[in-house]
């Protein structure tokens, strides 16, 4: 009896990359290397048993056989958690171009037209839900941040600055409301709008462990 097994390279099963495709090697007698994927986790791992007899024979594969994938795997199977920084990259970057677009309209039209013309609670929707996914995205991401120096300060500044607008944004929808504009002068936004626009192009150098685009 055949038992297809993944033999995974070393090289790839130490990164989080995503593995694809997997060299597939049928394992049908004893004193042949191979190396079990276990399904139950997001990337695969060498441990150090045997695993146990297989239709009456042994499969002689390093690894406890808490579960097998059989054939090829994809990266389907991967966590959230993996795919969380190419999340937080993707909502972040759209949160500050919107910030920096909406500040600037202010600045050329001023507040009154802003809230009559453009920003409207329907608008104020979308934006209130691209930074509650980009804060959760962006938390579920600081694990794996490889940024340092001025980049990870940056990160931070950027995640706690999206994460404590929340609020804001959210009650604007919940009153249906946009008047909290007003509540700010003309010149914050003065201030914004650059701001805004270096952090949308700092998020896109933000790097992360594993590649980070998965």
Not at 71 to 83: E, F, I, N, Q
Not at 116 to 131: G, L, N, Q
Not at 146 to 151: E, V
Request: hydrophobic share 50%.
């Amino acid at each position: 009896m055949q038992v297809g097994l993944i033999k995974v390279p070393r090289e790839a099963a130490s990164s989080n990359q995503c593995l694809w495709p997997h060299e597939v090697a049928d394992i049908h007698r004893p004193g042949v290397f191979g190396v079990m994927l276990q399904a139950s986790q997001g990337r695969p791992r060498y441990t150090g048993r045997p695993t146990t007899k297989l239709g009456g024979q042994r499969a002689a594969s390093v690894g406890e056989a808490r579960g097998s994938v059989i054939g090829k795997a994809t990266c389907a199977s991967y966590p959230p958690a993996m795919r969380a920084p190419f999340v937080y990259r993707v909502t972040a970057v759209c949160v500050f171009l919107m910030g920096f677009a909406l500040h600037l309209t202010n600045v050329v039209i001023g507040p009154d037209r802003l809230v009559a013309k453009v920003f409207s609670p329907r608008v104020e929707i979308v934006f209130a839900v691209m930074m509650i996914v980009a804060a959760i995205s962006g938390w579920m991401s600081l694990k794996r941040l490889a940024s340092r120096g001025l980049l990870r300060v940056v990160y931070w500044f950027a995640l706690i600055l999206i994460t404590l607008s929340i609020p804001i944004h959210v009650r604007s929808v919940v009153i249906w409301s946009t008047a909290w504009v007003h509540a700010f002068p003309k010149y914050y936004s003065h201030v914004e709008t650059p701001m805004f626009l270096a952090l949308a192009y700092a998020v896109t150098r933000f790097r992360f462990r594993g590649g980070g685009s998965t």
